[in-house]
């Protein structure tokens, strides 16, 4: 899958801690991941709601739609199945974000 850049990975004030949120996406996918394993419904929707939060204030404005369907599918007690889709959605989004900016070709 291609890399998703943040729209804030070039600005010299916000370009260190974009690359910190990049920094924790594994541990953030992992939490997803385990959340869904433990069928701990409630934390999982917590930390999708989270990951849509600050995916937006970090400039990766693609992964916050991606969040917000398995906050709102868990929220409306949507079958197990869509919310394991929603999950793989979600981590696959999450595993293409990337600091800094797109390479120049």
């Given amino acids: 899958m291609e890399p998703l850049y943040s ?59 991606c969040a917000g369907k398995l906050e709102f599918a868990i929220r409306d007690d949507e079958p197990e199945e869509y919310i394991r889709l929603a999950v793989e959605e979600l981590v696959a989004m999450c595993n293409r974000a990337r600091a800094g900016t797109p390479p120049v070709s």
């Avoid at 920094?23 to 999982?44: C, H, Q």
Wanted: no cysteine; net charge negative; charged share 25%.
């Fill in 7 to 65: 729209t804030l990975g070039g600005d010299p004030d916000l370009g260190d801690l974009v690359s910190l949120f990049v920094d924790e996406m594994a541990d953030r996918v992992a939490n997803i991941v385990d959340l869904l394993d433990m069928r701990d419904w409630e934390g999982l929707r917590r930390a999708a709601h989270q990951i849509k939060g600050a995916a937006g204030s970090y400039g990766f404005d693609a992964i916050s739609p």
